[in-house]
């Protein structure tokens, strides 16, 4: 029995690989194509401000060193057989490897999408759980009016907003960066990154809560005129231990799950926020590599963020799959 | 005095139809029953005729859009809604109608241990699972792991281990096969034997004769007759009311005739006499107002012309 699920699993895990290849190849290929055909010049985006000091001589000896005087399908080629050996190539405006770059900006922004992940899954879920049990209430009004307004705000005005509010009118934040400007690498401090960190973590929360919030507010009112609610109030059961004993168990799994389902969100959320508030993450360093046209660091962060997106879509299958009883236990009779 | 009786019961419900109009559907009216501790009343009706809602209110779980009015007594003590919350499941138990009734996430044994009132509930639950033949491993499974007689004896298990005093069984035995069905009938004649009052609801009459005491036949949201079961014999001429004897008659071991028509809905109701539509028996006066139910015989109908 044990085996034919290990089995099981083996099968989805691999047909889940497959698709993550195939999706990750097309948009690869895709963005590849894309950066090439814009209007940007990579060999101007390199070198920068001293591109009148270069002349064409220089310009070409550039352009074979980065391999871009090639036809573009066999530049992707090129870039594709590199990548397959373990190479994700040298960011063109960092001048460094793309993967040390990911490393480094992957743990800030990790830092601050986990944040604000755990603070938007656990207050929505209470909001949402608080809005149901008190259905039609001015509680469940108000955070009903709470969430569908922000569910309307884009990113970045929010993060405008809290940036003016908090930074500059009341000064209680620092206005951007990760850390202080002017002091060394080796003088910062825990309170200084978690100071930094605050701001932004709150704007993608404050947001975040309203898809959870809704989902489980609805969830719960299902639940709720459940047969299997009735029954439980028929022996007696009601307030808080009827919540507990029924609402709890079958709200939370749907909840947790949709939770990692928005890891894509999330990701794009962090994209605004950290940019907003210049915050040297992930996302930063992908609008910069768009803008400057950085092909190797573009295309290393859209595989970064595809595994990552990815990773969320598979936790979350896979959370259905270990803990409902329902698909767990079903090949045990 | 009976345990429990409910008295001119009437449920309607408050809908938006179209244009945002409000429109109250009546779907109880008037509605009459007793049930007498050691007793089991069958309540037999077709499919709408308003015998769920009937024990979901005198368990006061109706939903919120619903309008009450009458009396419902427990042990000669008028019910609202608090009295009826400490009740439910200690002194009256539902059986109810389906197994999604279950906790779909909840293993089954615990389930039934939520309905222990007093003492070890694992004690009790595995005590009420060996009586009904259900296996030790049964415990630890999920209701989807069920087969249908499974769950039946797992929801019978929720009331016997409350110690009700009323048992409001509802459509306990679809689905069972014949064995497991008539094992599950000599339970509930167990309970009444014990002391208990058994309301056992039920669209299937012959069942309900072999082991009912009473029968009370709903029709359109309200009794039309309530009858010891020793009147459903012959060719129902001891039956008070034209619908029960209809309903005799149209058994298969009787004449096997079907009734002409169907039960109106609530929302098209007839003004007078509910069953006037479909009467062999209607006058022009029975069409003017509904019939109040009278006692004739030992038993209890509504019906102007009965005898
Ligand atoms: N929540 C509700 N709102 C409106 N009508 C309802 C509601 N619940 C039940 N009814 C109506 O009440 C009638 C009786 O239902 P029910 O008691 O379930 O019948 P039975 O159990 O005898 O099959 C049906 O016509 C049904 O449509
Ligand atoms: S009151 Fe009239 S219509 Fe109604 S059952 Fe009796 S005879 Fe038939
Ligand atoms: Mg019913």
């Known amino acids: 029995m044990r085996k034919m699920l290990l089995g099981k699993l083996g099968i989805f895990l691999l047909l889940k690989g497959l698709r993550m290849l195939t999706l990750l190849i097309a948009i690869c290929f895709i963005s590849f194509l894309l950066v090439k055909n814009s209007p940007i010049d990579p060999i101007q985006a390199y070198i920068g401000a001293d591109m009148l000091k270069v002349g064409p001589e220089q310009r070409e000896k550039i352009a074979e060193y980065w391999g871009l005087d090639q036809p573009v399908m066999v530049q992707f080629l090129n870039w594709g057989s590199a990548l397959l050996a373990g190479d994700l190539g040298t960011s063109m405006i960092f001048r460094r490897p793309v993967a040390e770059i990911i490393g480094e900006r992957f743990v800030n922004s990790l830092v601050l999408m986990i944040t604000a992940w755990v603070l938007s899954g656990v207050i929505g879920f209470v909001m949402g759980v608080l809005s149901a049990m008190k259905k039609d209430t001015w509680i469940d009004r108000l955070i009903k009016w709470y969430c569908y307004t922000l569910a309307s705000t884009p990113t970045f005005w929010m993060g405008l907003l809290m940036l003016i509010v908090f930074a500059v009118w009341l000064g209680w934040f620092p206005i951007g960066l990760g850390v202080p400007a002017g002091v060394l690498a080796a003088d910062v401090t825990i309170a200084d990154r978690i100071e930094h960190l605050i701001l932004p973590a709150i704007t993608l929360s404050i947001i975040g809560v309203a898809n959870v919030a809704l989902h489980t507010r609805q969830k719960l009112i299902d639940v709720l005129a459940s047969d299997y609610v009735l029954f439980a109030r028929a022996r007696g059961e009601r307030g808080f231990i009827l919540f507990w004993r029924h609402g709890l168990r079958n709200v939370a799994l749907p909840a947790i799950t949709l939770q990692f389902a928005a890891f894509g969100e999330l990701f794009g959320g962090a994209v605004l926020a950290e940019q907003i508030f210049s915050y040297p993450g992930l996302g930063q360093a992908t609008v910069e590599a768009g803008l400057r046209g950085d092909v190797p660091l573009l295309l290393g962060l859209v595989i970064f963020s595809t595994f990552f997106v990815f990773a969320g879509n598979l936790i979350a299958d896979l959370i259905y799959y270990a803990v409902d009883p329902r698909t767990r236990e079903s090949r045990m009779i | ?307």
């Open chain 2, 1 to 307: 005095m009976p345990i429990l009786e409910v008295e001119n019961l009437s449920i309607s419900f408050n809908q938006y139809t179209a244009g945002l109009r409000r429109k109250n559907i009546q779907v109880i009216s008037s509605l009459h029953v007793t049930l007498e501790a050691g007793e089991i009343l069958a309540v037999v009706g077709a499919s709408g005729s308003g015998k769920s809602l009937l024990a979901h209110a005198i368990l006061g779980i109706l939903p919120d859009n619903a309008l009450v009015s009458g009396t419902i007594k427990y042990n000669g003590e008028v019910l609202n809604a608090s009295t009826q919350a400490s009740l439910r499941g200690k002194e009256i138990a539902l059986i109810p109608q389906s197994t999604n009734y279950l906790d779909p996430l909840m293993r089954v044994g615990n389930q039934v241990r939520t309905s222990v009132k007093t003492g070890d509930a694992t004690v009790a639950q595995r005590a009420v699972f060996k009586r009904l033949h259900l296996q030790q491993s049964v415990e630890k499974m999920y209701p989807f792991q069920l087969s249908g007689g499974m769950a039946r004896r797992t929801l019978l298990s929720t009331a016997i281990v409350s110690d009700a005093k009323v048992i409001i069984a509802d459509e306990p035995t679809p689905g069972l096969d014949p064995v497991v069905m008539k094992e599950a009938l000599n339970n509930f004649r167990e309970f009444a034997d014990n002391g208990c009052a058994v309301m056992l609801i039920t669209h299937d009459i012959e069942s309900a004769l072999t082991i009912a005491d009473k029968i009370a036949v709903f029709y359109a949201g309200t009794t039309v007759e309530v009858a010891p079961v020793e009147d459903f014999t012959g060719n129902g001429e001891s039956l008070r009311h034209p619908y029960s004897k209809a309903l005799w008659r149209a058994l298969p071991q009787n004449d096997f005739i079907p009734i002409p028509g169907s039960q109106p809905h609530p929302s098209a109701l007839p003004t007078g006499c509910l069953f006037a539509p479909r009467c062999t028996m209607a006058t022009p006066a029975c069409s003017e107002k509904q019939p109040d139910m009278q006692n004739i015989r030992d038993g209890m109908v509504r019906c102007m012309h009965a005898t």
